[in-house]
């Protein structure tokens, strides 16, 4: 048998994915050492860890876009800023999570398998390449599904993380399939090749490539809870903890945005008509089924996960727009969603008493009495999530607004400003519940002075960005540089 | 001549077989019906020299996978009769579905990309060629990235598992050995003053 020479690949780029690999596995490891009331080491660990790779990141990244590892890697501008909205999402969600989870089981192996998730979105972020993608989307799944169904005593959380289970590797399935179908008929699974080779490819080959592109399409607006393949997500935001309902909110979205920018972008450029026409539909659905359903919610996390899914339906504009406005646009969403999001989670985890956290809509009555300070955080929040001007929800819907109407979808516009007015009530209705009823349950709040900076910090970045929007609009379009 | 008649047999039982996997009442008889639809998409692949692929899918998928089907239905006493009652409700729209999927696949296959004229036939390249070898340097080489990212995801699927499973109950009594060996005789026995 002849030697076989292993040349060793560039790993530079990859410092950042291979850092957070091996804190992930340590943490694993230090756990087992660690007595129970040391536990919550293992987070601190993992936000140190997420700050760590900010820095690593942004010491590797670079203008132009550099590939390694035979091209199955990309590391440009685009990739870089998402990797951080990425990380700055996860430590905030872990902040939540150290003193939700203290009492659980399996404390070490929560974050690290937060770690690993992050590391998947990661993979996804930087993916030029399906198969990269496929694996940095699985990666992540599975972390999530087990985080969802983490408090395995609590019936609703392992009926989350099943039902969350079944349904995403159904949405995978459709994903290789879609994926099959472009590989039958360019050859190659890397996105710049699938793009020509689905460019130059006769028209006989349309069918086969349509249909590749509405599978591909499918099972990625799963992952992003895009309608009408939404239906997974009320229920695992409402049976999931609260710390992980707020990762899953922002986090995977950004990942998975990211990357159907990048699908859409490199490897189905030829397709756009009809790309554009799928999502105009979907965006229109996405937005009517989360801003109408979310009215009838009276669990706060049930209607922030309909909330979720109409965000999903504006961000969607960006997409449609297929400029470099849009695309700028939905970095521009997601940066200053990440805030609104994690804001009204951490308040929603901090009103945690006796294993029954502050859900239901009632449970906030009357809050401004009791902490003025929480009340107004969540006051901010919510104007902000319905768009109310000069906070930084406004300057989200704007930016995704006007790229749609100049790119010529003038309808799209109006419906999702329509359909933001409907969203405007039930964000309101909450403002209401705190600031004009009277107190109806006992509050009993959880003192952790990082969550209380978390949600300082959240709510001071909200009015910020609402006040001075454009150097966040400039950073997102600079970290266009590498994708269009 | 042979060889396609092996083609035939083999892709005609694979797909017999798979309507049983659906079709079949009985689970156990389901799950026999996939372990031979599986054998017989082994010996496609051979029929195309992938012997590694074709011996993997029988070591695994039949040897470890079915193996695992078979004990969780043996197990988990699932009554299906129950499981169906509600399929006559769901069956309009989600033929309706079905259908309309199912005619887009025939068309896409049938549009010519996918047929035998359009992708060259390899012959039997591949029989001077070691397979096993062949992916491994691929495996080390071009697709490192993927193998290890396959290999975390491993590793997750490991301790997902044992995090959603595995649980130190309070009320139940654990054996503590290095208690046991380490005991002394005055543990167990002591002289009461009469």
Known sequence: MTPVNFPLPNVVPLIPEMFVATMAMFILMLDLFLAKEKKVWGGYLAILTCVAAGGLTLMVGSAESVSAFYGFFVLDAFSSYAKLLIYAGTALAVILSLDYIKEEFGVGEYYTLMLFAMLGMMIMASAPNFVTMYLGLELMALCTYVLVGFQRDVLRSSEAGLKYFILGSLASGFLLYGISFLYGVTG???????????????????????????????????????????????????????????????????????????????????????????????????????????????????????????????IMLGVIAGNADGYAGVLVYMTIYLFMSMGAFAVIVLMNREGIQGELLDDFAGLSKVRPGYALAMGLYLFSLAGIPFLGGFWAKYVVFIAAIESGHLYLAIIALLFSVVGAFY?????????????????????????????????????????????????????????? | MLELGFFYLFAGLAVVSALGVVLSRNTI?????????????????????????????????????????????????????????????????????????????????????????????????AQQVNNTVEIGKMLYTKYLLGFEIAALILLVALVGAIVLTLRTRKDAKYQNISRQVNVRPEDRMYKVKM
């Open chain 1, 427 to 484: 964000y309101i209705r909450v403002v209401k519940y705190i600031y004009f009823d009277d107190q109806r349950v006992e509050f009993n709040f959880v003192e952790n002075r990082l969550m209380q900076a978390t949600v300082a910090v959240t709510a001071v970045a909200v009015v910020a960005i609402g006040i001075f929007p454009q150097p966040v609009i400039n950073i997102c379009k600079a970290a266009l540089g590498g994708i269009i």
């Open chain 1, 188 to 314: 190659s699974f890397d996105f710049a090749t699938v793009g020509s080779g689905i460019a130059h490819s006769g028209s006989g080959a349309r069918f086969a490539v349509l249909l590749g592109l509405v599978f591909v399409i499918a099972g990625l607006a799963f992952k992003i809870s895009l309608a009408p393949f939404h239906m997974w997500t009320p229920d695992a935001y409402e049976g999931a903890p609260t710390p992980i309902t707020a990762f899953m909110s922002v986090a995977p979205k950004v990942a998975g945005l990211v990357i159907l920018i990048r699908v859409l972008v490199d490897a189905l450029p030829s397709l756009q008509v009809e790309y554009i026409t799928i999502f105009s539909w979907l965006a229109v659905l996405s937005m009517a089924v989360g801003n109408l359903a979310a009215i009838a919610q009276r669990n706060i996390k049930r209607m922030l996960a309909y909330s979720t899914i109409g965000h999903v339906g504006f």
């Open chain 2, 29 to 125: 008889h389901a799950v026999m019906f996939l372990i031979f639809c599986f054998f017989n998409a082994a010996g496609l692949f051979f029929l195309l020299d992938a012997e590694f692929i074709g011996i993997i899918l029988i070591l695994i998928y039949v040897g470890a996978v079915m193996v695992l089907f078979m004990f969780v239905v043996m197990m988990l006493e699932v009554n299906f009769a129950k499981l169906r009652e509600g399929m006559l409700q769901y069956l309009p729209l989600g033929g309706i579905i079905a259908l309309v999927l199912f005619i887009e696949i025939i068309a896409a296959a049938g549009s010519g990309v996918f047929s035998p004229e359009g992708i060259p036939d390899p012959g039997h390249a």
